[in-house]
């Protein structure tokens, strides 16, 4: 199919998608400290150790910065600023271009300080780069530095030379690389809704990176249902490789992107329009999802019903419908627990439900019924019923009617209903008919619903409800209404 085979191209082309981001965002930077910093050069006891510090940092060519970064470790082992200096020349040495003397201070780091999150995250850079770059096995590593940062990062204290809004968004950087690691190890692995919520955090945290926005409209647009959302995140990272001038990363998404598209709609119609305006967006609009036609798959359908409406206020037919579908997908699936969740809800403390159907097939314990269109149209069951007591007389098959009850299970293929402790509602009494059936009622309800009684000579007699027909034992059969 042409959605996996541009999957394939998506996952091979990692490596140059990966690489126009270490082009256009070098690895997470450690900030500048702000003048305002609470560790001063008048707090430390010898002063040039500060100095040296302040002077490496300042060095603006990048190895000359890590070089010097590293003779302040060396020359200060046990200085409180001894984790910044490891931080800062891992970074200084990624952007010299030098990943390889970055991987040792890493290593270094992470043996004094396992917890480290600027380490971890570089660990988890550039496992994620290399696996990008075909190398799979760099990527377990990756994972595990990611999710160790992220869970080390409520805990991280704040370095000395950062201020409060540097280390904000030093955190919320950092959760994104690790969140963009994770997300990518799900899609490698086709969980598309695992890797849907990473990359929705990593988006988050930088709506500008290239690899992560166009891996969030792949797994919203291979995952099952397909979440329209991805067109709009596909047509912002062609936006985004445009800006940056790569035009064969542009082509190349623009070609998977539309593919799907045309799938989704039908045609190619309306994608043009689409990847220019949402260069000039920087957020999907709210109606966007919508704004996308779509002949939807039942499935689908099932899944739009509770966009729009709250499960306790869905009718029974949309039961139908959603609880059918439950094992279609994982989000199918949570559909069904929680209108399964409501229908419980509404027969707490012993309520039963009143259930609308057309009936198949009838006999005084067990009735069939048809509740959707399609159903009744077929005269397929979707519903058994089992009576609280024999039921006569019965309904007939083909009329429309509502029974009181407890819907006590279902099940999905072929979709059936169990309503037990049935009766027939008062409303559906006049449609009750066909032959008596044995024993005759002893008591009935003085309820006028008039219905005609054709006795054992042949002659009819209109009785007040089709109760009290039945319980004279010379009426065979009765219809509802009034004898002509």
Request: proline share 8%; glycine share 6%; aromatic share 8%.
């Given at each position: 199919m042409v959605a996996w085979r541009w999957l394939v191209i998506v996952l091979a082309t990692a490596c140059a998608v990966a690489s126009f981001n270490a082009a256009a965002q070098t690895p997470p930077q450690t900030p500048v400290p702000s003048a305002g910093s609470?560790?001063?050069?008048?707090?430390?006891?010898?002063?040039?150790?500060?100095?040296?510090?302040?002077?490496?940092?300042?060095?603006?060519?990048?190895?000359?910065?890590?070089?010097?970064m590293e003779v302040f470790i060396a020359w200060y082992p046990g200085s409180v600023l001894r984790l910044d200096a490891h931080e800062q020349a891992i970074s200084a040495w990624q952007a010299a271009n030098q990943p390889a003397k970055a991987d040792v201070l890493v290593a270094r780091l992470l043996q004094v300080d396992p917890d480290n999150v600027r380490a971890l995250a570089n660990r988890a850079y550039v496992g994620r780069l290399k696996a990008s770059g075909g190398d799979a096995s760099a990527l377990a590593a990756a994972v595990t530095a990611s999710e160790r940062g992220l869970a080390v990062i409520p805990k991280w204290q704040k370095p000395a030379l950062l201020d409060d809004a540097g280390f904000a968004q030093?955190?919320?950087?950092?959760?994104?690389?690790?969140?963009?690691?994770?997300?990518?190890?799900a899609l490698q692995a086709k969980d598309y809704d695992k890797a849907r919520d990473y990359y929705r955090v990593a988006v988050a945290a930088d709506p500008t990176n290239l690899q992560d926005v166009y891996q969030y409209s792949v797994v919203q647009l291979e995952g099952s249902p397909v979440d329209a959302l991805g067109f709009w995140y596909g047509a912002r990272a062609i936006a985004i490789a445009k800006a940056a001038k790569n035009d064969?990363?542009?082509?190349?998404?623009?070609?998977?992107?539309?593919?799907?598209?045309?799938?989704?709609?039908?045609?190619?119609?309306?994608?043009?329009?689409?990847?220019?305006?949402?260069?000039?967006?920087?957020?999907?609009?709210?109606n966007f999802k919508k704004s996308?036609?779509?002949?939807?798959t039942p499935p689908e359908r099932a899944l739009e019903i509770l966009e729009d409406n709250e499960p306790a206020k869905l009718t029974p037919q949309q039961w139908v419908l959603v609880l059918r579908h439950r094992d279609v997908s994982p989000a199918n699936k949570r559909a069904a627990e929680a209108?399964?969740?409501?229908?419980?809800?509404?027969?707490?403390?012993?309520?039963?439900?009143?259930?609308?159907?057309?009936?198949v097939s009838a006999t005084p314990e067990r009735i069939e019924g048809a509740i959707s269109d399609e159903a009744r149209a077929r005269n397929v069951p979707e519903l058994e019923v089992t009576m609280m007591r024999p039921l006569s007389p019965l309904p007939a098959v083909g009329s429309n009617i509502f029974m009181f009850g407890t819907?006590?299970?279902?099940?999905?293929?072929?979709?059936?209903?169990?309503?037990?402790?049935?009766?027939?509602?008062?409303?559906?009494?006049?449609?009750?008919?066909?032959?008596?059936?044995?024993?005759?009622?002893?008591?009935?309800?003085?309820?006028?619903?008039?219905?005609?009684?054709?006795?054992?000579?042949?002659?009819?007699?209109?009785?007040?409800?089709?109760?009290?027909?039945?319980?004279?034992?010379?009426?065979?059969?009765?219809?509802?209404?009034?004898?002509?």
């Amino acid at each position: 199919m042409v959605a996996w085979r541009w999957l394939v191209i998506v996952l091979a082309t990692a490596c140059a998608v990966a690489s126009f981001n270490a082009a256009a965002q070098t690895p997470p930077q450690t900030p500048v400290p702000s003048a305002g910093s609470p560790a001063q050069r008048s707090s430390f006891t010898n002063p040039a150790e500060y100095d040296s510090y302040m002077a490496a940092l300042n060095t603006k060519d990048p190895a000359r910065r890590a070089q010097a970064m590293e003779v302040f470790i060396a020359w200060y082992p046990g200085s409180v600023l001894r984790l910044d200096a490891h931080e800062q020349a891992i970074s200084a040495w990624q952007a010299a271009n030098q990943p390889a003397k970055a991987d040792v201070l890493v290593a270094r780091l992470l043996q004094v300080d396992p917890d480290n999150v600027r380490a971890l995250a570089n660990r988890a850079y550039v496992g994620r780069l290399k696996a990008s770059g075909g190398d799979a096995s760099a990527l377990a590593a990756a994972v595990t530095a990611s999710e160790r940062g992220l869970a080390v990062i409520p805990k991280w204290q704040k370095p000395a030379l950062l201020d409060d809004a540097g280390f904000a968004q030093l955190k919320e950087q950092m959760a994104g690389i690790f969140s963009g690691v994770l997300g990518f190890a799900a899609l490698q692995a086709k969980d598309y809704d695992k890797a849907r919520d990473y990359y929705r955090v990593a988006v988050a945290a930088d709506p500008t990176n290239l690899q992560d926005v166009y891996q969030y409209s792949v797994v919203q647009l291979e995952g099952s249902p397909v979440d329209a959302l991805g067109f709009w995140y596909g047509a912002r990272a062609i936006a985004i490789a445009k800006a940056a001038k790569n035009d064969s990363a542009a082509q190349d998404i623009d070609r998977y992107i539309r593919s799907r598209y045309s799938v989704y709609r039908g045609s190619e119609e309306g994608w043009d329009a689409i990847v220019t305006r949402v260069a000039n967006e920087s957020a999907p609009p709210a109606n966007f999802k919508k704004s996308i036609p779509r002949a939807m798959t039942p499935p689908e359908r099932a899944l739009e019903i509770l966009e729009d409406n709250e499960p306790a206020k869905l009718t029974p037919q949309q039961w139908v419908l959603v609880l059918r579908h439950r094992d279609v997908s994982p989000a199918n699936k949570r559909a069904a627990e929680a209108v399964w969740r409501a229908i419980g809800d509404r027969q707490q403390g012993g309520q039963r439900l009143k259930l609308p159907f057309k009936v198949v097939s009838a006999t005084p314990e067990r009735i069939e019924g048809a509740i959707s269109d399609e159903a009744r149209a077929r005269n397929v069951p979707e519903l058994e019923v089992t009576m609280m007591r024999p039921l006569s007389p019965l309904p007939a098959v083909g009329s429309n009617i509502f029974m009181f009850g407890t819907l006590s299970e279902y099940r999905t293929q072929p979709f059936l209903f169990r309503l037990t402790r049935a009766e027939l509602a008062p409303e559906s009494l006049p449609v009750a008919g066909g032959p008596c059936a044995d024993p005759r009622p002893q008591m009935c309800t003085k309820d006028y619903r008039p219905a005609c009684g054709q006795l054992r000579d042949g002659t009819r007699k209109t009785y007040s409800n089709a109760c009290s027909a039945c319980s004279d034992p010379q009426v065979v059969t009765q219809g509802a209404g009034a004898c002509p």
